[in-house]
Nanobody
Framework: QVQLVESGGGLVQPGGSLRLSCAAS????????MGWFRRAPGKEREFVSG???????RYVDSVKGRFTISGDNAKNTVYLQMNSLKPEDTGVYFC?????????????????????WGQGTQVTVSS
């Protein structure tokens, strides 16, 4: 059974860093597209970053140069390293499993291509 469990959220000051983890079970993350989404207060869920089974990555413009997505095959975990955090990064961050195994020709920024979601972890950036 597929499960995704996020962790690593918390309260951080502007300019600080956090690393989110998404521990997966029931499948191998290296064979699937994986993504991170967030939902800010009063806003709809939006794409933040994605990583393909091939290792290719994608980011929303607002986090480019600050966030890095990566995977650890041995731990079957996907990470989102977030640096230089801003108040507008505040929200609930969700990990999701996308198409696979070894899927191609999909848009990683569209939430409907992801079929399994974690419960989310809260990130609050505030002084």
């Amino acid at each position: 059974q597929v499960q995704l469990v996020e962790s690593g959220g918390g309260l951080v000051q502007p300019g600080g860093s956090l690393r989110l983890s998404c521990a997966a079970s029931g499948f191998t993350v290296s064979s699937y597209a994986m993504g991170w989404f967030r939902r800010a207060p009063g806003k709809e869920r939006e794409f933040v970053s994605g990583i393909a089974w091939s290792g290719g990555t994608r980011y929303v413009d607002s986090v480019k140069g600050r966030f890095t997505i990566s995977g650890d095959n041995a731990k079957n975990t996907v990470y989102l390293q977030m640096n230089s955090l801003k108040p507008e990064d505040t929200g609930v961050y969700f990990c999701a499993r996308g198409p696979g195994p070894y899927a191609i020709n999909y848009n990683p920024t569209v939430s409907s291509v992801y079929n399994y979601w974690g419960q989310g972890t809260q990130v609050t950036v505030s002084s």
